[in-house]
């Protein structure tokens, strides 16, 4: 056979297509047309292909009569005949039947204009279905039909060519179309034939331009596993994860990468030696080290950005690199479903309203819902008839013969997969928990047990056992009322930062330290510097904490930077107060290797914590490891939001000492808008207030600490409970003058506490005191919201007042 021009009928070339031609080839080869077309000038790039159109499946079917013999099978389903046997006799209809001679030919004359495009002789391809239905819009066709990579060969790529149309009809796509009532020959397939990238020899993954969980728009989620990117999709492997700050990711002199967490990445797919894939055990070295360098994440979030901005919407885009030539590809894009279609104008919250035990199980949070059941542990899919409608599923991995079974579950548990694996992908569509990754749940979880799936408690789900009682709360946030307080929150764990972009909060009035470095660092950062004061065992698991770094003061600036990074970006460009460490020296003790570093107190609470360690000799190089952390999210990543807040400072040549410090440290205020607040929780704070105005931009009262200080109350003690009180007129006169005096020196001043949220009269006291500020848990926002909304009211009705 000659080459000749291709029959566009049958065969359509990448470059030819866009997203108008859904009807004609699907929404995945559409949408390569479109990238090709629109996106291939900017510098993205798409490997070559062409599709199959849906007019040539029709083809298919009217020749030889093989629409009819299918109809006949469906009718047998319609009668009563098993789904399963009716899909298999479909399959094997499809594939014995050859393809029409026309459609064969031009298959073959794209792939040799492929061969001849790009200097092989036969290309290596992947094999791709995508299902369409020209009247029938609202269909989701997604993972319904199969892929086959590594396809080389004209008579290879024919064979792939049938299996994808067969796969028109496995069970899963004929359970779907049953179920949402759409004809089984209404739908047709196209097959999209592209170009392999040889990421089995580097990775490949998944960006999504916004947070899958939480929907915050501000970010560009990158996972990435080694070899084919199938292992990721389908959740066999746990993979990488990289977190890219769009608002800063286009300046060159800024580092946009606000987080990385490394997977563990234990299976890869590659190539088989007899052809299609194969799936291996990853080395020791390949678990623990990063798929991509920052240079590559910062180019796929730029493509990524480009597809979103091109597409005018949320886009989640399959990306491979090719370990040949070391270059970045694109090779899907599709519009994001799940969050991008949900209200941001409502807020929805889960709690459990008593303290859990120990879980059972954690993974990846899925979702922020609570879910409860009896365990059902299953190897396989089953009949629906046998699984029990509300109950937990429990399985390793899931694929698009689970989804039946997956719509009756309350809550999802497997043993592998991230946050882009099918478990994961499927549970957002249904709004069911899921936690993903666990490793163990398939043994932990006995069948049968009820239990309860928490995605409520940050990026971490956890299983725990039991029916927990638990409560939901729907906040219509365009009813919260305005006001002239600034009304903030405080966050402490960064992985649950995002959850809370909805709330119109005016930024973060508290952010502690103390909760990264317990939970993310995990090191007395001491026993970083000086691991010679350890002992063996100490070292031995430090080494395993900082596999990869040389430099173990770098590994504390890196996590705790980066922790602080989520919660900066989380309310950007609004501030964000980073209270610096203030651990009490038996907390410090409990970290890995603190004991060697701290000293035994009567009364820690009183003792060596906040400002007076930054400048002794046996924590100065600590602190350095925090500043070194604060300018790096400020200066080099660009979140200059951040303002650092000096805990319990008792003197002002104390106030002297620590500002030295940090501008030793490259951290001096005023330079690239440096604030620097201090804690007024001392009464020294209030009787020398315009002296340490001088000093600090701001302060931040911490109520706990001023009440005990000022009433000589130790606020632990259950004897004198009744005593302790931020209303006794002490201290409400302390807030008093500490707002007129720092007022006149232009200094604000706001709150930081539990107390505005559970006594509106005491923060009716605030805002009558003229507090600039008052911060509060993300859960207690909207009733502190309302309370200083009343206060003001109150305070405008005063003659005089409202003027």
Known sequence: MEDTAVPTEWVVPFTELGRHDIGRVGGKNASLGELTNRLGAAGI???????????????????????????????????????????????????AEPLPPALRDAVLVAYRRLAQDTGVETPVVAVRSSATAEDLPEAS??????????????????????????????????????????????????????????????????????????????VIVVSAAWGLGETVVSGRVDPDEYTVFKPRMNDPALDPVIDVRIGTKRV??????????????????????????????????????????????????????????????????????????????????????????????????????????????????????????GGVLVTGVTDPDWEPVMKRAAAIVTDHGGRTSHAAIVSRELGVPAVVGTGNGTRALDDGRPVTVSCAEGATGRVYDGLLPYEETLTDLAELPATRTRVMVNLADPSAAFRWWRLPADGVGLARLEFIVAHQVKVHPMALLHPERLGRHDRQVIERITEGYSDHGQYFVDRLARGIARIAASRWPAPVVVRTSDFKTNEYAKLLGGRPFEPDEANPMIGWRGASRYYSDGYREGFALECRALRQVRDGMGLTNVVAMIPFCRTLGEADHVLAVMAEEGLVRGENGLRVYVMAEIPANIVLAEDFAKRFDGFSIG???????????????????HVFDERDPAVVRSIQALVTRAHAAGRPVGLCGQRPSDDPAFTALLVEAGLDSISVAPDSFEAVKRHVARAEAVLDEEPGRGE
């Not at 006949?72 to 399959?91: F, K, N, S």
């Not at 796509?173 to 990421?199: K, N, P, W």
Request: glycine share 10%; charged share 25%; aromatic share 6%.
């Open 45 to 95: 790039r798409i490997p070559p292909g062409f599709a199959t159109t849906a007019g040539a499946y029709r083809e298919l079917l009217a020749d030889g009569s093989l629409g009819t013999r299918t109809q006949a099978q469906i009718d047998r389903l319609h009668e009563g005949a098993r789904l399963d046997e009716v899909g298999a006799r479909i399959r094997a209809l499809f594939l």
């Open 268 to 389: 890869k797919t590659v190539y088989a030696d007899t052809g299609l894939t194969r799936t291996v055990d990853t080395s020791d070295g390949e678990q623990s080290r990063r798929v991509l360098d920052d240079t590559d994440i910062r180019t796929l979030a730029r493509w990524a950005g480009a597809v979103e901005e091109h597409y005018g919407c949320p886009m989640d885009v399959e990306w491979a690199k090719d370990g040949l030539t070391g270059e970045l590809w694109i090779v899907q894009a599709r519009p994001e479903t799940v969050q991008s279609h949900r209200r941001t104008t409502t807020l929805t919250r889960r709690r459990l309203t008593v303290t859990p035990g120990e879980p059972q199980a954690t993974g990846v949070a899925v979702g922020e819902a609570i879910g409860q059941g009896p365990v059902v542990a299953l190897d396989a899919p089953v009949d629906l008839d046998h699984f029990p409608q």
């Open 141 to 218: 066709f997604a993972g319904q039909q199969e892929t086959y990579l590594n396809v080389r060969g004209a008579e290879a790529l024919l064979r792939a060519c049938t299996r994808c149309y067969a796969s028109l009809f496995t069970d899963r796509a004929i359970d779907y179309r049953e179920r949402m009532g759409f004809g089984h020959l209404s739908v047709a397939l196209s097959v999209g034939i592209q170009i392999m990238v040889r990421s089995d020899l580097a990775g490949a993954g998944v960006a999504f331009t916004l947070d899958p969980e939480t929907g915050f728009p501000d």
């Open 703 to 721: 109520s706990n600490d001023l009440t005990q200080l000022t009433l000589g109350v130790d606020r632990d003690s259950e004897a004198l409970a």
